[in-house]
Structures are given as structure tokens and as C-alpha cells.
């Protein structure tokens, strides 16, 4: 059994990109793996937040990872804030990486453009992550396509660390899904589809009501060329809504693109609020039971003493490589 680690942040409702991209695949994951699945709410405070709504936010993503169907019984469902390993681990890995690597990350570069200073937190977010994953002895990370470059990171770092101290860390891999591993924003289809984006139309999030899914498809950003092809350089409004249709359908790119041959932007987006609609409704309608049940808050205990009792062999091992502590 592979041992399979991945996270979302409680910074606002889970759109379909973070679905497509990451959660569709925790749930096939969970069947055959030791899965664990984290909403990363030290990641969240990276940027500032309210208090009173990340605790909302937190409940949030964990009744949504259920209703999408991530079975607590086959996974590990905990909030990163409640095992100390992650943030304890986290400095022994700063200690063992490089400003030069961090100055790279292209999210650390746009989340702070502009600014003269940038909160150190989300200068070294990367290594957090790499904390989270390192702490399970992860094999798989189920992630969207913008975080290669983070999960390369922490492979950089496990093996500078395996090569120094001896075999500390499992070294993991990263796993992208083939469509909707970077679903783009509606009205700006060359940016990604992000929960912090400003215009609520840019994301459909899996608690759209319907009239608000439609509204934000049938206004979402094509061209003037008016033929239906994938092709995401010259057409990047078409092909994002081609590769939304299929990551919810299963139909392929091809056989949309034949389905729709000589028919016009209008009726693809009809069909797609459908489709879209049809894949959120019962994930809306499980959700609505979860998020305010015990069963919630039981789970998230239980998913603590468990992803707890990991870590903490984990951090013994550590420390004894680096000679800390007794
Ligand atoms: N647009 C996307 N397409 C495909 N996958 C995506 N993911 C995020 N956006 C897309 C994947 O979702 C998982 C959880 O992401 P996250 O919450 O940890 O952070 P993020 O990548 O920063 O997501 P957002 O939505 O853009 O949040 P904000 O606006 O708060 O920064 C990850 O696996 C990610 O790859």
C-alpha cells in the first residue's frame, strides 16, 4: 500500500478547479492506498483572514471533502493545525533551505507582486508544504498542476537531507490528473481558477446555487472566431470550458469537439451549465446533512489522534538524525 498526502486551504468555498484538479482524485486514491487527506489551515493565515471565518472555512472544506465523497473510514480526514509535527518540522526544514530557491516559486512571486515586503509566511509556505508531505512518509501527492514546482521543492529537500543526515524521508511524487489539472478563471481563461480571485464569476464553486453557475458560464470569456476547437494557446475561453465538460462527463476533448462541430459557443455553454449543475447537486445535497452534524467533529478529532500518532514517529526519526533534543 502507497501512502497518499494531500491538502486543501480553508481560504473561502472549493471550486471546481480544486475539485478537478485535486479532490476528484482523492476519492479514487482513498480505494487502494493509505490515504490522508489535511485542510491546511496554517497555510490559510499566510495571508490575513478572520478568525471567525477560517473557523467557518476549516468545517467548510472538511463537510465538502466528505460530500464529494472521501470516506473516513478508508481516509484520514484532520486539521493541520491540530498535530504540532507540521509546524515543528517545518523550522528543522527552513533550517535546510535556501532563500535562492524559495525567490523562485512563481505563487510566492504573484501572490506578492507589487509589494515592496512580503509577509514571511508566504515566503516560505513552500517548505510548509513540504513539511506536511514529509511528515507521513508520503509516496503520492494528488495536486493541480500549479503546485509541480512546490512538490519538486520538497523532493529537492528530502534528498539534500537523505544525502546529509542519511535516509530521513521518503521521497514523493506528485500526481496530476490528464483534464482539470488546471482549470483557468472564467473571465480571464489565461490565469487559474483561485477562491481569492475577486469576481465571484471567475470560479464555479461546488456551492453554486444553479442560477449562479449559469450566469457565470454564460458570461464566461470565449473569442470572436465562433468554431468550437481545443486550443489553448489561440482559444484558451473555448478549450477551458472544453476541458471542464470532460473532466465531468468522462467524454473526451475529441469527442466533444466532434459533438459540437458546426454548433455555436452559446449551446456548448447551455450544455456545460447542465453537466455542471447534474456533478454538484448531490455533492450539495450530502454537504448540506455533514456540515453542521457531530459526526463532523468526531471525525476531524479521530483524523487528529491518528495523523498525531504518525507524525510523532516521524518527528522521533528526525530529531534523532539532527541530534535534537534527549
Ligand atoms: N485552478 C485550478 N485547477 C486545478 N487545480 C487547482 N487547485 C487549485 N486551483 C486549481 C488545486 O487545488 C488544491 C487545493 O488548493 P489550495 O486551496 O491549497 O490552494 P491554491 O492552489 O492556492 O488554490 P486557490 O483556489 O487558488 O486558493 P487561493 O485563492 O486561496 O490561493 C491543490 O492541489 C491545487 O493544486
Request: proline fraction near 5%; charge should be neutral.
Given at each position: 500500500?502507497?501512502r497518499?498526502?494531500?491538502?486543501?486551504q480553508?481560504?473561502?468555498?472549493?471550486?471546481i478547479g480544486?475539485y478537478?484538479?485535486?479532490?476528484k482524485?482523492?476519492?479514487q486514491?482513498?480505494?487502494?492506498?493509505d490515504a490522508?487527506?489535511?485542510?491546511?489551515?496554517?497555510?490559510?493565515i499566510?495571508?490575513?483572514q478572520?478568525?471567525?471565518?477560517?473557523?467557518?472555512?476549516?468545517?467548510?472544506?472538511?463537510?465538502?471533502y466528505?460530500?464529494?465523497?472521501?470516506?473516513p473510514k478508508?481516509?484520514?480526514?484532520f486539521v493541520?493545525s491540530?498535530?504540532?509535527?507540521?509546524?515543528?518540522?517545518n523550522?528543522?526544514?527552513?533550517?535546510?533551505?535556501?532563500?535562492?530557491?524559495l525567490s523562485?516559486?512563481?505563487?510566492?512571486k504573484?501572490?506578492?507582486?507589487g509589494r515592496e515586503s512580503?509577509?514571511?509566511?508566504?515566503?516560505?509556505?513552500?517548505v510548509l508544504?513540504a513539511a506536511?508531505?514529509l511528515l507521513?512518509?508520503?509516496?503520492?501527492?494528488?495536486?493541480?498542476n500549479d503546485?509541480k514546482?512546490h512538490?519538486e521543492?520538497t523532493?529537492d529537500i528530502a534528498l539534500?537531507?537523505?544525502?546529509k543526515?542519511g535516509?530521513?524521508?521518503?521521497?514523493?511524487?506528485?500526481q496530476?490528473?490528464?483534464?482539470?489539472?488546471?482549470?483557468?478563471?472564467?473571465?480571464d481563461?489565461?490565469?487559474k481558477?483561485?477562491?481569492?480571485?475577486?469576481?465571484?464569476?471567475?470560479?464555479i464553486?461546488l456551492?453554486?446555487?444553479?442560477?449562479?453557475?449559469?450566469?457565470?458560464?454564460?458570461?464566461?470569456?470565449?473569442?470572436s472566431?465562433g468554431?468550437?476547437?481545443?486550443?489553448?494557446?489561440?482559444?484558451?475561453?473555448?478549450?477551458?470550458?472544453l476541458?471542464?465538460?470532460?473532466?465531468f462527463?468522462?467524454?473526451?476533448i475529441?469527442e466533444?469537439?466532434a459533438?459540437?462541430?458546426g454548433?455555436?459557443y452559446?449551446?456548448l455553454?447551455?450544455?456545460?451549465?447542465e453537466?455542471?449543475?447534474?456533478?454538484?447537486?448531490p455533492v450539495?445535497?450530502?454537504y448540506?446533512?455533514?456540515?453542521?452534524?457531530?459526526e463532523l467533529?468526531?471525525?476531524?478529532?479521530?483524523?487528529a489522534?491518528?495523523?498525531n500518532?504518525?507524525?510523532?514517529?516521524?518527528?522521533?526519526?528526525?530529531?534523532d538524525?539532527?541530534?535534537?533534543g534527549?
Open positions: 500500500m502507497k497518499v498526502f494531500s491538502g486543501v480553508p481560504t473561502g468555498n472549493i471550486h480544486n478537478l484538479g485535486a479532490l482524485q482523492f476519492v486514491l482513498q480505494e487502494e492506498n490522508i487527506y489535511c485542510i491546511v489551515d496554517e497555510h490559510a499566510t495571508v490575513p478572520d478568525p471567525k471565518l477560517l473557523r467557518q472555512h476549516i468545517l467548510d472544506v472538511a463537510a465538502l466528505m460530500a464529494v465523497g472521501v470516506d478508508k481516509a484520514i480526514i493541520q491540530d498535530v504540532p509535527g507540521h509546524a515543528e518540522l523550522w528543522i526544514l527552513t533550517c535546510n533551505s535556501y532563500t535562492g530557491e523562485r516559486m512563481t505563487q510566492f504573484q501572490k506578492s507582486k512580503a509577509p514571511t509566511g508566504l515566503f516560505t509556505y513552500p508544504m506536511d508531505i507521513y512518509d508520503t509516496d503520492i501527492v494528488p495536486v493541480g503546485q514546482q512538490i521543492l523532493r539534500r537531507i537523505n544525502n543526515y535516509e530521513t524521508f521518503v521521497v514523493p511524487e506528485g496530476f490528473v490528464k483534464s482539470g489539472a488546471r482549470v483557468m478563471s472564467l473571465d481563461p489565461t490565469s481558477m483561485s477562491k481569492s480571485a475577486e469576481n465571484p464569476h471567475s470560479r464553486s456551492l453554486d446555487e444553479p442560477s449562479k453557475i449559469k450566469k457565470s458560464i454564460m458570461k464566461s470569456t470565449t473569442d472566431e468554431v468550437i476547437r481545443f486550443d489553448v494557446e489561440n482559444k484558451p475561453g473555448i478549450s477551458n470550458l476541458s471542464i465538460y470532460s473532466a462527463s468522462g467524454e473526451t475529441e466533444l469537439v459533438k459540437y462541430d454548433q455555436g452559446g449551446t455553454k447551455k450544455d456545460l451549465v453537466v455542471t449543475i447534474n456533478a454538484l447537486t450539495q445535497e450530502r448540506k446533512e455533514i456540515r453542521n452534524s457531530q467533529i468526531d471525525v476531524l478529532k479521530d483524523g489522534d491518528r495523523a500518532a504518525i507524525a510523532e514517529k516521524t518527528m522521533k526519526r528526525v530529531k538524525r539532527f541530534g535534537l534527549l
